[in-house]
């Protein structure tokens, strides 16, 4: 939320991804949605890139639950909770959350988004994009 939208705002804009996702597809579901009230200068384990909401997601999805481990950001990628994992973002904070938790991360531009590296994602064999957290 970063304060820039209130409350209210946010409700109504994950209403409108509802709306938008059902009527392409009428079985579609969002199994949970996670916001993070704090501003960046708030410093939050929450924040990308800190994986804080990931974890949290994780362990409200799955069986197997994850502790919070210390991020060594200049020492080897984390291995993945799940070989299929992925983040796909437009920042590189997206991608420096995705590599905290050893998931495949696919950089996108911000005008084309997903579709643009769908297949890839997709593709158990496809790795994601390199990325060294300690070069941004």
């Known amino acids: 939320m ?4 209130t409350v ?9 991804l509802r709306r938008q996702l059902l009527a392409e597809d009428a079985n579609a579901t969002i199994d949970v949605i996670l916001t ?3 501003r960046n200068r708030d410093r939050c384990g929450c924040r990308k890139p800190w994986p804080g909401m990931l974890v949290r997601g994780h362990n409200l999805l799955r069986d197997d639950r994850q502790p919070n481990r210390p991020i060594d950001w200049a020492g080897e990628k ?3 909770w799940h070989p299929l994992d992925a983040m796909v973002g437009d920042r590189k904070s997206d991608m420096g959350a995705g590599w905290a938790v050893g998931a495949r991360t696919f950089e996108v531009s911000p ?5 643009q590296v769908i297949d890839r994602v997709l593709d158990s064999k496809d790795s994601g994009d390199f990325y060294d957290p300690m070069r941004w």
């Open 2 to 5: 970063r304060g820039l939208w």
């Open 8 to 16: 209210e705002r946010l409700h109504s804009i994950h209403d409108e």
């Open 36 to 38: 993070c009230p704090h």
């Open 78 to 80: 984390p291995d993945s």
């Open 111 to 115: 005008r084309l988004g997903l579709p």
